[in-house]
């Protein structure tokens, strides 16, 4: 039941994403509401679930950006699996702590996400770091809490 | 402490499958595109398209009203701006014709409705609810009611995926509408696009238009693409750094049209009905040629105020 609950979230997180995103996105800044799943997912069963829905999250992203098919896959499924693998080594409970851990990996993920877009170009980095990355980090993370708040109150997704 | 053999063997799984993914991820990465993924495309479209389209439908209902009174004021604008269109195309035709260049093709505009954004932070596509059903291919070129947008990625037999010019893939040829200074418009980091390959000292300023040139044959000529913004000479290059900003607000659009050639185009054509009872003539278009150059010298006299447009008929035309 859980399994089948997430594989639906799954798909409204990445329809919100793709279709809702001109309407809540600020100055063109819109939330990564596909990594706040993959993050909660992770955070919450473990590994497996963590590499399993990181991967299929990936890959229905890049199915509508198929310029770059392959990066949000292999991005997501790193987070999956590695957000998943340290679930036993932090205190659950404390949101602060899971908010914390949530806007390292974003600001991770928007790091790597460059990287493998440009390549090396240091100059572009720090602008899209200050410009965009942390405005990103700041406005996912107001959505994530939300995100944090189902999955931790609902009875069928409650870890 | 002695570890579960069983938990270990099912991490150890866990990372075969993760390495195994991981591989599959980036070599997918580096064929981009050769791979293909229309059967998967199409059948996430498919279960896509409904959450896409409800909340675009139920976004259009809130601002249905204050929209429908700006769109009347357009089209009362609009319907002035054909007529003139109209004629100011069939001089174009004639002269066209006169000078033995190759007429200009027709267009049918496709109207399609954002349905959806790429989920990526920086190179941005839309997705269109319109697709193969529709005839909008690839490579078709995308507009808005300012400029350009870009040009069709990928068509699912429901959706498409619009390429924008924001995106590192998209470079169109550009020229400039006053100096004709061409060069390959397209987009690196930031707000503002890059207009590349112009050599140094050529005649580009502030405040240029820059114009689709119609070359590579994928983006009709002609079509509205950016104003420039700042232009910089650097002694130590061969080409100038030139910045511009398009005139289509790619944060706020919501429709776009998708441009496909065809025989006859929708809009400022003549039905053949009025091609037959009647040809628009601007007449102070023909002034500067001696009689005997201009194109049809059996037009009439040209003493009639300049700019006036007459409606004349094809019998009296011809009997003058």
Redesign the interface.
């Known amino acids: 039941m859980r399994l089948f609950v997430i594989t639906i979230l799954l ?2 997180f ?10 809540i ?1 600020i ?2 800044i819109m939330p ?1 509401l ?1 990594l706040v799943f993959v993050f909660s997912v992770a955070f919450s069963y473990g ?2 679930y963590g ?1 399993w829905f990181g ?1 299929l999250s ?1 890959f ?15 991005l997501f ?2 987070i999956g ?1 590695v957000v998943g693998s340290t679930k036993e080594k932090f205190y659950r409970d404390n949101l602060i702590v899971e908010l914390s851990i949530f806007a390292i990996t974003l600001f991770l993920y ?1 790091i790597f ?2 990287l ?3 390549q090396f170009s240091p100059g ?1 980095y720090i ?2 770091i200050f ?2 990355s942390i405005p ?1 980090i700041i406005y996912t993370s107001v959505f994530a809490v939300f995100v944090f708040y189902l999955f931790r109150k609902t009875a069928v997704l409650a870890a | 402490m002695r570890n579960d053999p069983h938990k270990s063997a099912f991490r150890n799984v866990n990372l075969w499958i993760f390495l195994i993914l991981l591989i599959f991820s980036f070599v997918s990465f580096s064929l981009k595109g050769s791979m293909k993924v229309y059967l998967v495309k199409n059948v996430s479209a498919l279960i896509l398209y409904p959450f896409g389209k409800v909340i675009s439908v139920s976004r259009n209902i809130f601002s249905a009203q204050s929209k429908n009174l700006k769109l009347k004021k357009e089209i009362v604008n609009l319907r002035i701006e054909i007529q003139r269109c109209v004629n100011i195309k069939r001089e174009n035709e004639l002269l066209r014709e006169y000078y033995g260049f190759k007429q200009l093709a027709n267009f049918e505009l496709f109207a399609c409705e954002i349905i959806g954004k790429s989920p990526g932070l920086y190179n941005k596509t839309f997705i269109v609810d319109r697709g193969l059903h529709k005839g909008i291919r690839r490579n078709m070129t995308a507009v808005a009611a300012n400029g350009l947008v870009g040009r069709v990625l990928e068509s699912t037999n429901i959706t498409s995926e619009v390429l924008t010019l924001y995106n590192r893939d998209s470079f169109v040829s550009a020229i400039d509408l006053r100096s004709r200074v061409q060069g390959i418009i397209g987009w690196r980091k930031g707000t503002h696009l890059i207009l590349d390959n112009v050599a140094l000292h050529s005649d580009v300023k502030e405040g240029d238009t820059l114009v689709t040139s119609g070359m590579g044959s994928v983006f009709p000529k002609g079509i509205f693409i950016a104003r420039i913004i700042s232009v910089e000479e650097n002694p130590e290059k061969i080409v100038m750094d030139i910045q511009a900003e398009p005139f289509v607000d790619f944060s706020l659009l919501e429709n776009v049209f998708i441009i496909k050639e065809c025989e006859h185009s929708s809009v400022g054509t003549f039905s053949e009905k009025e091609s037959k009872e009647r040809v628009w003539v601007k007449m102070d278009m023909f002034s500067s040629f001696p009689r005997s150059r201009r194109p049809f010298p059996h037009y009439p006299p040209l003493n009639l105020k300049l700019g006036k447009y007459v409606h004349l008929r094809n019998e009296d035309t011809l009997r003058e």
């Open positions: 798909f409204i990445v329809a919100i994403q793709i279709s809702l995103s001109p309407i996105s100055n063109d990564n596909i590994q497996k590499l991967f990936g229905l992203c890049d199915i509508f950006d198929s310029a770059h098919f392959g990066l949000n896959m292999s499924l790193i699996f928007e996400y460059m493998l877009l440009w572009i602008l899209n410009r965009y990103r």
